[in-house]
């Protein structure tokens, strides 16, 4: 079946670099998108950026500069990089398939020193 | 970017209740507006797609309407297993979700 699961540090320094990964399984990422989203705690999500299957990059302008998509296919895995953290971008993060119908659990980062 | 407000931002009601949530976008997005269900610790769930389109194994009760700037999610009759947070997402252009709309049992 259908899984994404995200992994990474859950404590990152401000001005640091942020980078999760997504391992999915169930499916091929040549075949399908992945999106990046993020929540900040009670508000809504935000969407942060795109693994096209051709392996092409969307990302919000919002976040543009900061931000990095990448992926490993023999992996499996996508790849999130995102740098200069301050504390507002604290909040958990989910991967998501095209069509938003599959999420993973979500990690919860917290940008403090 | 379009951007999407969503309203009520917390409703309070009572089993059996139609409960009604609204999202505007800035601009047309044409039929292109999702609505998801999320529950406490829990990553959000799709309920419709594409304005009306009822997601696989999601109750009769949910339904979606709308089309241009202006949807609606219903719930016809509100059951307890449905208090929970709702939140659309357009994606004609982009993707940007709502702000979210708590609902609860009164």
């Known amino acids: 079946q259908v899984q994404l699961k995200e992994s990474g540090p859950g404590l990152v320094q401000p001005s640091e670099t942020l980078s999760l990964t997504c391992t999915v399984s169930g499916f091929s990422l040549t075949s399908y998108s992945v999106s990046w989203v993020r929540q900040p705690s009670g508000k809504g999500p935000e969407w942060m950026g795109r693994?096209?299957?051709?392996?092409?990059?969307a990302y919000n302008s919002a976040l543009k500069s900061r931000l990095s998509i990448s992926r490993d296919t023999s992996k499996n895995q996508v790849f999130l990089k995102m740098n200069s953290l301050q504390t507002d971008d604290t909040g958990t993060y989910y991967c998501t398939r095209e069509g938003f119908a599959y999420w993973g659990q979500g990690t919860l980062v917290t940008v403090s020193s | 970017d379009i951007q999407m407000t969503q309203s009520p931002s917390f409703l309070s009601a009572s089993v059996g209740d139609r409960v009604t949530i609204n999202c505007k976008a800035s601009?047309?997005?044409?039929?292109?507006l999702d609505w998801y269900q999320q529950k406490l610790g829990e990553a959000p769930k799709l309920l419709i797609y594409?304005?009306?389109s009822l997601h696989t194994g999601i109750p009769s009760r949910f339904s979606g309407s709308g089309s241009g700037t202006d949807f609606t999610l219903t719930i016809s009759s509100l059951q307890p297993e449905d208090v929970a947070t709702y939140f659309c997402?357009?994606?004609?252009?982009?993707?940007?979700f709502g702000g979210g709309t708590k609902l609860e049992l009164k």
């Open positions: 601009q047309n997005i044409n039929k292109y």
């Open positions: 997402l357009q994606h004609n252009s982009g993707w940007t």
């Open positions: 594409n304005t009306n």
């Open positions: 693994m096209w299957y051709d392996g092409d990059t």
